[in-house]
């Protein structure tokens, strides 16, 4: 059973990275995605709106003016919950090398945005999402370490689904705003959670490495 379902999950990863491959394929090419064209029209019903407003303030919890001191405020509160460094390594620096590695492939696709908002951080390139994929990991993470701590089962599911329910908000208001394209957000989603469980994966590794090692006299 456990074999089975790890098999389906593969191979929805691979056909959800086949389909961004497509997605990035023909943006290259400089044509505009089926789902990008179909999806317009919304936006651009939200402007001067109460929904356009709020996502306006919902997304600046994936900005930098926020999330750097927060990363640097959690990081510290790792440490302290812990005792150690290595959980605050993990988060602070998986926080900063997942906003590397999202200008990287902003770099390689080179996509123009629908629109330029400075005062959001809307601007570079479109693909894939920053706000989508580098909330995924620094909140994804939060939420892998306090879970971790918590005894409580209300209080985990209460930490993970609200932590997740900001993460979707966060990276659909970058479309809702007009500064992404929702493919931009669903590649930032995907590339995100993919960087996170490699993170997560590096942690536990790294912590069984540590209590297996024998302790120094």
């Known amino acids: 059973m456990w074999h089975r379902r790890n098999g389906i999950l593969l191979f929805l990863l691979m056909a959800v990275l086949l389909t961004i491959g497509v997605w990035v394929f023909r943006i290259i090419s400089g044509k505009i995605l089926y789902l990008d064209r179909m ?11 109460t929904v356009y407003t709020f996502f306006r303030w919902v997304t600046e919890f994936g900005s930098d003016t926020f999330l750097t001191p927060f990363t640097i405020l959690m990081a510290l509160f790792l440490w302290r919950v812990y005792r150690e460094l290595l959980p605050s390594l993990v988060f602070g620096l998986g926080t900063l090398t ?19 908002l400075v005062a959001a951080n809307a601007e570079g390139y479109s693909f894939p ?7 995924m990991v620094c909140y994804g993470l939060l ?11 209300r209080a985990v599911l209460a930490v993970q689904l ?10 659909i208001s970058r479309y809702i705003i007009n500064v992404h394209y929702l493919t931009d957000v669903i590649a930032g989603f995907v590339f995100g959670f993919i960087y996170l469980a490699a993170l997560i994966y590096l942690y536990e590794w790294l912590q069984n490495l540590k209590e297996k090692s024998p302790s120094q006299d």
């Open 143 to 153: 939420a892998y370490f306090l879970v971790k701590k918590l005894t409580s089962a």
């Open 39 to 49: 999806t317009r029209g919304l936006v651009e019903q939200m402007e001067d709106t």
């Open 162 to 171: 609200s932590l997740a329910l900001l993460i979707f908000l966060i990276g």
């Open 129 to 135: 999402s920053g706000h989508a994929m580098i909330p």
């Open 98 to 116: 997942s906003h590397g590695l999202n200008v990287v492939i902003k770099q390689l696709v080179e996509r123009e945005r629908p629109s330029i």
